[in-house]
């Protein structure tokens, strides 16, 4: 939901071209570790970064995840207050009363295995509105104010203004697309592997991605312009909308777009803190899998952690840009890129080269996102 913002930062032809950009590297760093697990025979994302990059790779693997995890968890905390609550003054969320998410107990992951159906269909039904909102605007000629590159007003004037807007945007795009720690899983359940079939999946369930990103990031950035919010399901309004559609259509799309939404964030919360949960119970207790006190004691931390840190957030791009600066661009370019140099004779010069590179823009990513974001509060309280 914060793509559009990233259009509207970066302008319609620069912010597709970084969309299609951070899927071309996720195709090739995903490939890098499917290829590294048939030459080791690790076919679990931990045991084969434990395999190529040692202890050292595997203990700050923990301390990624749990960034990762984490700031998805609080992503959706502040999402699901902007649907369900609000925003300040107004609270005019479909809950207005909203104290507390309830994730119920859950112990199995097959539970959600229709999870990810309903998150297609979502995608499917929300890029299918963004077009026809496209669609309608243009007929009513209100698509005359577009940056297609570039916007001075977010990014600054100067070059170096626009170059920081870039990489202080890119962990966004980046962590849309880092799903680096669930390939294995799907490596072991494909019928008949071969990394031939395997390219097949990873060709069309990324290529699929990255049409709904671009249908939605451009759409609703056309649709919204110089108004787009960070998290864009707060421009879905009868105020927004209703010029466009009519102020009783505006009200209904409204109220299906936030209900499917937030439904969509309640069936994959559990999935993210579960991931996030076994990490912590390894780190504290040895083991990915303990007993029930331990389990709810590890559940009630982390629901209490993100919820407070979500209430204090003022939205939710400068936790994504920071989750995406750090355990995004480590997790999905620096650790495949680290380990093709480990299996990559000294004759591969040239995919050396690549993977350099990768890495030097992952680092640079992190170093200037980051700071984007922490710069002004460091600054503030050294007294410039």
Not at 53 to 76: C, D, K, P, W
Not at 229 to 252: I, K, R, T, Y
Not at 350 to 362: C, Q, S
């Amino acid at each position: 939901m914060a793509l559009p913002q990233a259009v509207a930062t970066l302008g319609v032809v620069l912010g597709s071209l970084l969309i299609v950009l951070v899927y071309i590297l996720s195709y090739v760093t995903i490939d890098i570790l499917a290829r590294a697990s048939e030459r080791s025979g690790k076919w679990t994302f931990g045991e084969l970064i434990n395999s190529y990059l040692g202890r050292a790779g595997s203990e700050t693997l923990r301390f990624f995840i749990i960034i990762n995890n984490g700031g998805l968890l609080i992503t959706y905390t502040i999402m699901l207050g902007d649907v369900l609550v609000g925003k300040a003054p107004e609270y005019n969320g479909v809950i207005p009363n909203l104290t507390g998410i309830h994730t119920g107990d859950l112990w199995s992951l097959k539970s959600l295995a229709w999870a990810g159906a309903v998150g297609l269909f979502l995608a499917l039904g929300f890029s299918s509105l963004t077009v026809a909102l496209v669609v309608l605007a243009g007929l009513q000629g209100r698509l005359g104010n577009i940056s297609w590159l570039p916007n001075p007003d977010l990014t600054g004037p100067d070059l170096k203004d626009k170059v920081l807007g870039v990489f202080s945007t890119l962990p966004v795009i980046a962590l849309a697309y880092v799903c680096h720690y669930n390939v294995h899983p799907l490596l072991r359940e494909l019928k008949a592997y071969s990394h031939r079939r395997w390219a097949i999946v990873l060709h069309w369930s990324l290529g699929l991605c990255t049409v709904f990103y671009v249908i939605i990031g451009v759409g609703l950035y056309l649709v919204f312009q110089d108004d787009t919010q960070s998290d864009v399901l707060l421009n879905f309004s009868v105020d927004s909308l209703g010029p466009l559609v009519g102020d009783g259509v505006a009200e209904a799309i409204t109220y299906i777009v936030w209900l499917g939404y937030a439904f969509n964030l309640i069936v994959t919360y559990p999935m993210i803190q579960w991931g996030l949960r076994e990490v912590i119970a390894e780190i504290v207790f040895g083991a990915p899998t303990v007993s029930t006190v331990p389990w709810a004691l590890i559940t009630v931390v982390i629901l209490v952690v993100t919820y407070a840190i979500a209430m204090v957030v003022p939205n939710i791009w400068p936790v994504m840009t920071i989750t995406g600066a750090t355990a995004a661009v480590a997790i999905g370019w620096i650790y495949p890129a680290l380990i093709l140099m480990k299996t990559e004779g000294p004759r591969s010069w040239a995919r050396r080269a690549g993977a350099t590179i990768v890495i030097l823009l992952g680092l640079v990513t992190a170093v200037v996102a980051v700071w984007s974001i922490l710069g002004p509060y460091v600054s503030k309280m050294w007294g410039h």
